[in-house]
């Protein structure tokens, strides 16, 4: 059961993205298609959460792009990769994990450029399922966070980053379900007006013994 809650949360996020793409995407011989099928087309780089387009920062494997964005902007102490999983010829999904027993953090990554680096897309967890927003969607304060989730002693954590900013626009916590029950979560959140035109917004549980990242779920918005 744990597994397929990770698989519908990973499917509903490519579903937001490809709904995305394409009602943005401009005329072109080629298209995307499925997650499933092969993709030729090459799609804008604002999409992906990690790393940014303004960075120099790319990945020529599908694990480093993800052990990366791990660190950075999940913000683990210990990631360790998984084998990648292979969607179509551009992209699949990379499981992440923080100890050999730990939950896993499903990465989801893509080449969206002619030179075939990674990019970060998003993540999705058993633990964290957000509603509200979706995954590319425009934002502006006071943002109506909502969603499933169950974490120790109910608590889930949330921060809003804008890119190319390691110090969040906002942080904080609210109650979902508790010992491994899923339940609604609600919160309204208020956050400076960003200087970047895009972000990442991440929900996560932390670890009861010390207070490290234990699996986060992250989608793309803009501003």
């Known amino acids: 059961m744990a ?10 996020f490519a579903a937001g993205y490809l709904a995305h793409s394409a009602t943005t ?18 799609e804008p780089t604002w999409v992906a959460t990690w790393p940014t387009a303004s960075s120099s920062l790319r990945y020529r494997t599908p694990s480093a792009a993800a052990l990366g964005f ?5 913000h683990m102490a210990t990631p360790q990769a998984r084998a990648f999983q292979q969607g179509d010829t551009r992209s699949g999904e990379v499981p992440i ?3 050999p027993t730990g939950p896993v953090t499903t990465v989801l990554v893509r080449q969206l ?11 999705a967890c058993e633990a964290v399922n957000i509603t509200s927003p979706h995954a590319l969607d425009t934002i502006t304060s006071p943002l109506s966070l909502s969603g499933e989730s169950t974490a120790f002693e109910a608590v889930i954590n949330y921060s809003l980053y804008q890119d190319n900013d390691a110090k969040a626009l ?10 491994g029950v899923m339940a609604p979560f609600k919160k309204t959140i208020t956050f400076a007006t960003p200087t970047q035109r895009y972000g990442v917004l991440v929900v996560y549980t932390l670890s009861a013994k010390d ?13």
């Not at 809650?5 to 499917?11: C, E, H, N, P, R």
């Not at 298609?33 to 092969?38: C, M, P």
């Not at 450029?113 to 993540?123: C, K, R, Y």
């Open 3 to 12: 597994a397929a809650v990770v698989v519908i949360a990973a499917g509903a």
């Open 25 to 42: 995407s401009t005329t072109s011989s080629t298209s995307s298609t499925s997650l499933s099928t092969t993709t030729t087309a090459l």
């Open 70 to 74: 791990a660190r950075a902007v999940l």
């Open 97 to 99: 994990v923080t100890s």
């Open 113 to 123: 450029t002619s030179d075939n680096t990674w990019w970060v897309l998003g993540s």
């Open 170 to 179: 906002v942080s904080g916590t609210t109650m979902g379900g508790a010992n």
């Open 211 to 223: 207070g490290s990242v234990l699996e986060a779920s992250a989608i793309r918005v803009a501003f």
